[in-house]
């Protein structure tokens, strides 16, 4: 269970993280990169003007939802969420490979391995064993 939690807690914190780098590399792409952001722009409008999108195969009542969901905003977005989550997805192992390298596992593999207990160790020496 505590596994389970521990996952759900990472998988929610890539989002939250995810959530913010999008924001962070739009105003970054918009300060310092207008160029590369206007490509990934531009990617985004030749995807949603391609034929198959533009004029998919579902009834005609469902194109005009479909082309007031799908279009290059929509697109632009997912590129952007796409393009974070990499580099949180990057940064997150980077962070794991570190922690490795500053906490190395021990030799024998097991950190918490019991030790075998003899009883007669513990005996006061006034108590004798027959």
Do not use: C
Not at 102 to 121: C, L, T, Y
């Amino acid at each position: 269970m505590l596994k389970l939690f521990r996952g759900l807690s990472m998988v929610s914190i890539k989002i939250v993280a995810t959530f913010f780098m999008v924001i962070i590399l739009m105003l970054l792409g918009i300060v310092f990169f207008p160029r590369q952001l206007n490509q990934v722009n531009d990617v985004a409008n030749w995807i949603a003007n391609l034929d198959i999108i533009r004029n998919p195969d579902i009834p005609q009542t469902a194109v005009a939802v479909f082309r007031n969901f799908v279009n290059e905003t929509t697109i632009f977005g997912i590129l952007m969420t796409l393009i974070a989550r990499a580099f949180v997805e990057f940064v997150a192992w980077l962070f794991g490979l570190m922690w490795r390298l500053a906490n190395p596992k021990e030799k024998d593999g097991d950190e918490f391995k019991r030790r075998a207990f003899d009883p007669s160790e513990d005996v006061p020496p006034t108590y004798t064993r027959n």
